[in-house]
């Protein structure tokens, strides 16, 4: 078989106006693809489209409006790869099991987990059946902390949802990654002039003692874009974190 490269295909990254959204971006466009992006502010989307040139369009989304996502997908007529890294890390703490009142307990899987499941329900009709679909989760999922029950559970139920759909949807390919620690905007709240050293603390037991680069995350996304032999499956990128 003929391997699959990206040039000339047609990439949705949604999540993809800043961190290892942008990032994706930014490798499928070095590569050839033609590139739209979903995120939810249209200023931060506008910055993201000139900031990325030529081959780049897109376009405000709020993931948690169906109508919305479907309007989204509407004027897209066919295209090659879906990526996912669409993620609101506010209600990450997610609360303890019994601790969490149930009215705000939805929220926590409001975004990462049924925003994807929205675009790929209107999205995934639409992609070429040599394309893919690739999920985001987190170590939360491997490495549960307390008070966070919920999010572990959010993050465990991604990497689920990405072994069923991988056989519901084959021969589209349905992957997910899972970063560990990477430097995006999530951890601007920390004062610059101490946010190394906890860098430094957070990583220090890692094999790769440093917090990653959404760069190098981008990396996995491509692969399993290209990965023509590769679905149901879960990449972790974390700097070894989870061998220690």
Known sequence: MTAINLHGK???VIGGSSGIGLAVARAALDEGAQVTIASSQQAKVDAAVDRLGEGAS???LDVTDETAVAGF????ERFDHLVFTAGDWGARSGGSGGGRELTGSNDVFAVRFWGAYAAIKHGGPKIAQDGSITLTNGMIA???RKGAALSSAMAGAIEHLTRALAVDLAPVRVN????GMIE??????IPEEGRAE???????RQPLARIGQPEEVAQAYLYLMRGGYTTGQVLLVNGGGSVV
Do not use: D, K, L, Q
């Open 10 to 12: 047609h990439v949705v």
């Open 142 to 144: 491997h490495r549960p």
């Open 58 to 60: 897109g376009a405000a």
């Open 176 to 179: 997910a990654v899972c970063p």
């Open 198 to 204: 906890r860098f430094t603390r957070m990583t220090e």
């Open 184 to 189: 995006t905007e999530v951890w601007n709240s």
């Open 73 to 76: 997908f509407a004027p897209i």
